[in-house]
């Protein structure tokens, strides 16, 4: 079955870095669209970054550009989101999803993408 395993969460202090990654299985990997969702407590769910499945074009929401980096690994089946000068208010869960090929290669609703990962935390202190 397809999984989605994030990892590379955790507590860092503002202005430090993280690397998160997912790691995908169970499905051709180099067909889907990839992106970063996060949540954080009574807030809705907002997509951070995505990726198309070449690579070659990227999305971020306005709050994170010039700070996150989102990319991908056709070979090792893995999505990066690489966070820099983390702010508190990055404080969230971080979700990837698989968006399949289609009319669009991003959705900023979550519900469009078919297949989630568990989540990881990531926690920015002040």
């Known amino acids: 079955q397809v999984q989605l395993v994030e990892s590379g969460g955790g507590v860092v202090q503002a202005g430090g870095s993280l690397r998160l990654s997912c790691a995908a299985s169970?499905?051709?990997?180099?067909?889907?669209?990839m992106g970063w969702f996060r949540q954080a407590p009574g807030k809705e769910r907002e997509l951070v970054a995505a990726?198309?499945?070449?690579?070659?074009?990227?999305y971020y929401t306005d709050s994170v550009k010039g700070r996150f980096t989102i990319s991908r690994d056709n070979v090792k089946n893995t999505v990066y989101l690489q966070m820099n000068s983390l702010k508190p208010e990055d404080t969230a869960v971080y979700y990837c999803a698989a968006l399949t090929r289609g009319v669009r290669w991003y959705y900023t609703a979550g519900e469009k993408y078919d297949y989630w990962g568990q989540g990881t935390q990531v926690t920015v202190s002040s």
């Open positions: 990726i198309i499945w070449s690579g070659g074009s990227t």
């Open positions: 169970g499905l051709t990997f180099s067909t889907y669209n």
